[in-house]
């Protein structure tokens, strides 16, 4: 069984700051997909990451695949309340479409 | 595009009572859908994968007998939880796996429905 730990669980931290998500797997990915989900509706789709050493920016958020494609990092510069959020790291096996999740990350952003 | 329906967004039902669930993907075929079930801030658990044309697969410890899945066609796929109890109150999300590339399958999720059991 494949799992992905995330962390940290919840981050509260104030408009301006920057933070940083983290998920550490034992196992390999072939891809892993970060998404944001707002309280009531279904994840959204931030950004996948195929490649080892991978780096993609999404405006003012970093992401980051491993070398090794076991591990994942969200970084957020200067965070705006609209930011706020549940962050989901999800990696696909390489033997099927299954997405493992982490446990999430509650992020609020106070103005 | 990959745009995920789901209907309806939210249902309230007396216990005993049987909901269906509706996933559709509105501008791709998914010939892969997922079904997945959320509580309050916590993460998504994987429910079943959905085949078109085939029986779901079901993950450990989830009674098929009870959330029946029917994947009819590329573009749709149900979920009905039968003889509903309080404990099945939850909010259901489904996913459909949009092929990019050879190499790339990304699921793209629905927005979610809110089942209350009374």
């Known amino acids: 069984t494949q799992l992905l730990e995330q962390s940290p669980q919840f981050l509260s931290i104030q408009e301006g700051e920057n933070l940083t998500v983290y998920c550490n797997s034992s196992s390999v990915f072939s891809s892993l997909q970060w998404y944001r989900q707002e309280p009531g509706e279904g994840p959204v789709l931030l950004v996948t990451?195929?490649?080892?050493?991978e780096v993609k920016k999404l405006k003012r958020l970093t992401f980051q695949f491993g070398d090794a494609r076991k591990d994942s990092s969200l970084h957020i510069t200067a965070a705006q309340p609209g930011d706020t959020g549940l962050y989901l790291c999800a990696g696909e096996g390489s033997s099927n479409y299954k997405l493992t999740f982490g446990k999430g990350t509650l992020l609020t952003v106070n103005p | 595009g990959a745009v995920v329906s789901q209907h309806p967004s939210r249902v309230i039902c007396k216990s005993g009572t049987s909901v269906k669930i509706e996933c559709r993907s509105l501008?791709?075929?998914?010939?892969?859908m997922f079904w997945y079930r959320q509580f309050p801030k916590q993460s998504l658990m994987l429910m079943a994968t959905?085949?078109?044309?085939?029986?779901?697969?079901?993950e450990q410890g989830v009674e098929k007998d009870k959330f029946l899945i029917n994947h009819a066609s590329l573009t749709l796929s149900t979920l009905t939880v039968t003889s509903a109890h309080p404990e099945d109150s939850s909010f259901y999300i489904c996913?459909?796996?949009?092929?990019?590339?050879?190499?790339?399958?990304?699921?793209?999720f629905g927005p979610g429905t809110r089942l209350t059991v009374l």
């Open positions: 959905s085949n078109e044309g085939s029986k779901a697969t079901y």
């Open positions: 990451v195929v490649t080892g050493g």
């Open positions: 996913s459909a796996s949009h092929r990019l590339s050879l190499s790339q399958d990304t699921q793209y």
């Open positions: 501008d791709f075929q998914a010939t892969t």
